[in-house]
């Protein structure tokens, strides 16, 4: 089994700064990519960021300059500066990875996510 599971999140002020983490353990055969959603109420799950093999990085456009993703081995960390109200969302940890049990099959995992509300 593969286990996903977020840390961090809370409450802040807006220009506030906050980080979220993310762990991926269990079965894994190697990570190829790691990310972040946001899914606020009544809207669609969207990327926010991704980091993928050699570090290469992608930023959805409302965030660039302000959120940062980085990892530390199976840990991915997504810095958050410049919070604005329009961040508020649930975010989501996600994984696509080769898993032990099925090294052939490219997967996508997810966390249960974690709130992050910014609000004066």
């Known amino acids: 089994q593969v286990h996903v599971v977020e840390s961090g999140g809370g409450s802040v002020q807006p220009g506030e700064s906050l980080r979220i983490s993310c762990t991926v353990s269990?079965?894994?055969?190697?990570?190829?990519?790691l990310g972040w959603y946001r899914q606020a109420p009544e809207k669609q799950r969207d990327l926010v960021a991704r980091?993928?093999?050699?570090?290469n990085t992608y930023y959805t456009d409302s965030v660039k300059d302000r959120f940062f993703i980085f990892r530390d081995g199976n840990t991915v960390h997504l810095q958050m500066n410049g919070l604005k109200p329009e961040d508020t969302a649930t975010y989501y940890c996600?994984?696509?990875?080769?898993?032990?049990?099925?090294?052939?099959?490219?997967?996508?995992?997810w966390g249960q996510g974690t709130q992050v509300t910014v609000a004066s």
């Open positions: 269990g079965s894994i055969s190697s990570i190829i990519s």
């Open positions: 996600w994984a696509n990875l080769h898993s032990s049990a099925t090294p052939w099959a490219l997967r996508e995992y």
């Open positions: 980091i993928a093999t050699g570090d």
